[in-house]
C-alpha cells in the first residue's frame, strides 16, 4: 500500500517526500543502491511514546484510535520513516 501512494504523489511531492526521510530533495548521483544508509521504513506499534511525551495515549483514549491520530515521523540521518499502523491509504 506504501509504493502505491507514493507513486500516486505528484513529482513535487514526491521530491518533498525524499527531502522529509533524507534531509536531500534529491537521490544520490548514481541511484538509491547508493543512499547510505539504506532507506527504511518503521511500523510504529499501536501506541508508543515519543521523547517529548510523558503519557503514551491519551487519558481514556483507545490505544489503536490515538495511533492512528498519530503523523509519519523521520530520522533523516538514519533514512529511516517512522509510519504509524494506518489501516487505508487515505487516512
Known amino acids: 500500500m506504501f509504493w502505491e501512494v507514493l507513486k500516486g504523489f505528484s513529482m513535487e511531492n514526491q521530491k518533498k517526500f525524499l527531502k522529509f526521510v533524507t534531509g536531500c530533495s534529491r537521490g544520490p548521483l548514481l541511484g538509491f543502491r547508493y543512499l547510505e544508509p539504506l532507506f527504511c521504513i ?3 506499534r499501536d501506541c ?8 503514551p495515549c ?7 484510535e490515538d495511533a492512528l491520530d498519530r503523523l509519519p515521523t523521520s530520522a533523516t540521518c538514519m533514512n529511516l520513516l517512522k509510519l504509524p499502523p494506518y489501516r487505508r491509504s487515505q487516512e
Do not use: E, K, L
Not at 511514546?49 to 503519557?55: E, I, L, N, T
Open 48 to 55: 508508543w511514546v515519543q521523547y517529548s511525551d510523558f503519557v
Open 42 to 44: 518503521q511500523r510504529q
Open 58 to 64: 491519551r487519558a481514556g483514549g483507545n490505544a489503536s
